[in-house]
């Protein structure tokens, strides 16, 4: 007799009578709305296998709430072996919590795609399979609380087995966009990067509009099902350059788009620590982004970064033509200097001046411009139409953007950075602009009777693996040096900001806590006015903790 067998014998009418039959009723019950919880971070983190399981756990540490809620259901497992009934709070538990995960969310609403109801569909039957066992064998009960406490492993395996289906199905639109390719036949542009992917991208169109016909894929559709959609909807015929932007979660996946979409000119922007979590090291993201150059004729890197200066090294080895680009050599291909002040730039090519003393927009980094500069020479525009094109760059979206707002508070929108280089950039922006804001506004006083408050709002950095809570702690003591206060958004690395602003023995800055980005907007609309500056550095979606 199996082990699932010999359970049956457990207890008095141990699988038998109603109270193992309403266990298994209502942990099936609760399967429902954890369900929705653990699909929509699935959605959210794009149907990779595990990610699930892994918000899972982190949103039961969250709090001692959450963390008594996951107690009570584990001893509440245990438990109905031998006292079915137990299983009840198992059910409850889980379909209530964790706490604070909502079911449909409010900054990443659950969207019923067709792939979401697919996998819905998988989660589903896996879950009735499992009770489905019990039910044959013997112990329906246990096999019900099982099945209610493994709802986010149930949907990680869901994800597992529905994404060689997924590949299969989105195969055609790959297809479809690879012929698309071959018959516009345009100077295929890759960028990729750790960060300044999108910024780049838009950089390149922007400098080479007006001389060539030029498409860019939009937003940050950048993995296999995003590129195919915007080759296959924006790229029409006549079009003399496509610029890809290339991203990767893993090993294989750049090169498997350099396949069906091979790049004429390849971009490495820069490498670090975004997306650690899921590399495990530095060299592995610069293995990883390498594989753009394979397929390329030339190669345009970022080489103030020792790691791109050897690969660009190999890369001439192998008979590529490589533009190495600066923020400081001007013996480079490409050098652009940002002034002292950080208000304007001026670029340089193999030592020579072509443009000199451009105002520069805030959040714009001039080692994405020295890379997008590089690539439109290489597209043959003239280095004087590039050079007019500079003074005519805007600001990046999102990008350490500044706007004003109706209480007259300065606001540096950097919600779409979340890396340490980039946090260190937006608190050197935020100082520079209070500085300018207080010579704009002397004496004048915010709402709450402070002059001049210098606010950082942000949930810190994610995906950075091991170094997260170092990075968030340094980050946390640079704005102790710099701001009034600081407002922290989610619990995610609360800990972390906290320890960075006590290891300032002499800051004043304030620290405050809210659960959510709307109660921070709230926060700021309340206590902020005229000469204050705010910067939202980072934005997580709330299936974040």
């Known amino acids: 007799m199996s082990w699932l067998g010999s359970l049956g014998t457990v207890g008095p009418a141990r699988f038998h009578g109603g109270a193992a039959w309403i266990t298994v009723a209502l942990c099936l019950a609760s399967c429902g709305p954890a369900g929705l919880r653990w699909l929509r971070v699935a959605q959210r983190e794009h149907y990779l296998a595990g990610s699930v399981s892994r918000f899972a756990a982190r949103w039961w ?284 730039l001026s670029a340089y090519l193999h030592g020579t001046l072509v443009a000199g003393d451009v105002p520069m927009p805030t959040g714009l980094q001039p080692s994405n411009l020295a890379c997008a500069i590089a690539v439109s020479l290489v597209v043959k525009v003239e280095p004087e139409d590039v050079a007019s094109r500079l003074g005519t760059l805007t600001a990046v979206d999102h990008r350490l953007q500044a706007v004003r707002s109706a209480s007259g508070a300065t606001i540096l929108d950097d919600t779409y950075n979340a890396n340490p280089a980039g946090a260190s950039e937006a608190l050197a922006g935020l100082s520079a602009t209070a500085g300018l804001s207080a010579a704009a506004a002397p004496g004048t006083t915010s709402p709450s009777g402070h002059t001049h408050r210098t606010v950082v709002v942000t949930p810190g950095m994610v995906e950075l693996g091991s170094r997260q809570f170092e990075e968030n702690r340094v980050f946390g003591a640079a704005v102790a040096t710099i701001a009034t206060d600081l407002l922290i958004v989610g619990r995610t690395n609360r800990r972390a900001l906290l320890a960075g602003v006590g290891s300032v023995p002499e800051s004043t800055t304030e620290d405050q806590w809210v659960p959510d980005r709307n109660q921070a907007v709230e926060w700021v609309r309340n206590h902020l006015g005229p000469g204050d500056v705010v910067l939202y550095e980072n934005d997580l979606p709330d299936h974040y903790p």
């Open 61 to 344: 540490r969250a709090t001692p709430l959450n963390a008594a809620l996951a107690s009570l259901a584990v001893i509440a497992a245990v438990a109905s072996l031998w006292w079915p009934v137990a299983g009840v709070a198992v059910a409850a538990v889980m379909a209530a919590g964790p706490v604070g995960l909502s079911l449909r969310g409010r900054s990443s609403p659950l969207a019923w795609t067709r792939r979401l109801r697919t996998l819905a569909v998988v989660a589903a039957a896996l879950e009735l399979l499992v009770v489905g066992v019990g039910l044959a064998t013997g112990p329906a009960s246990v096999l019900a609380v099982v099945a209610a406490l493994a709802v986010p492993l149930v949907v990680d395996t869901a994800c597992w087995i529905t994404s060689p289906l997924e590949r299969r199905l989105s195969a055609h639109f790959v297809d479809d966009a690879a012929a698309r390719l071959g018959r516009v036949a345009p100077t295929v542009v890759a960028v990729t990067g750790s960060y300044g992917k999108t910024s780049t991208k838009g950089h390149i169109a922007h400098l080479v509009r007006p001389t060539r016909t030029v498409v860019a894929t939009p937003a940050s559709f950048n993995n296999r099902a995003g590129l195919a959609r915007a080759i296959n909807e924006h790229l029409a015929d006549g079009t003399e350059v496509f610029v890809a932007e290339m991203g990767t979660y893993g090993l294989g996946e750049i090169a498997d788009l350099c396949r069906w979409c091979p790049p004429d000119i390849a971009v490495i922007t820069a490498i670090g620590p975004v997306h650690l979590e899921r590399f495990g090291s530095e060299d592995r993201i610069v293995e990883a982004k390498a594989e753009i150059l394979e397929s390329a004729d030339v190669v345009v890197l970022q080489v103030d970064d020792p790691r791109l200066a050897a690969l660009a090294g190999r890369a001439e080895a192998r008979g590529k033509h490589v533009l190495r680009c600066s923020t400081s050599d001007r013996s480079a291909d490409v050098c652009v200097e940002r002034s002292q002040d950080g208000a304007r």
